[in-house]
């Protein structure tokens, strides 16, 4: 039978079985291994009213806390988000990052 992705669109490799995680987007329960997951670090306030903030603010150079968050997507949510996008068929064999790496992950020969 002929497939479609290499990895039949999961990350499991050797085990058996993975945990549950909820889509934000819609509720639903892909698999951990499955969900395109994103990590996004956002400012706790809007722009609009940070200015207000420091101009309230009695301690003088005070940094906002920010908001980190691991946002799991299933995969319907992700193509509808335009998180990540369908390939054609010969595109779907490169395997390279289409995000830059962080420079903590590559290795001190590739530089």
């Known amino acids: 039978m002929t497939v479609k992705r290499r990895n039949h669109g999961r ?3 050797g085990r058996g079985h993975t945990k549950l ?6 509720g639903s329960k892909p698999a951990k291994d499955k969900a395109v997951k994103r990590f996004t670090v ?17 301690i003088k150079g005070f940094e906002l806390p ?7 997507y299933c995969i ?11 390939r054609s068929a010969e595109n779907r064999k490169i395997r390279v990052h289409t995000r830059p790496l ?5 290795k001190k020969d590739q530089k």
């Open 11 to 13: 990350n499991r490799k």
């Open 21 to 26: 995680v909820n889509c934000d987007g819609c």
């Open 42 to 58: 956002r400012n706790i306030v809007d722009k609009s009213s940070v200015r207000d903030l420091e101009e309230a603010c009695a």
């Open 66 to 72: 920010k908001l980190y968050l691991k946002i799991h």
């Open 76 to 86: 319907s949510c992700a193509v509808h988000r335009k998180t990540v996008r369908p």
């Open 102 to 106: 962080r420079e903590s992950f590559v």
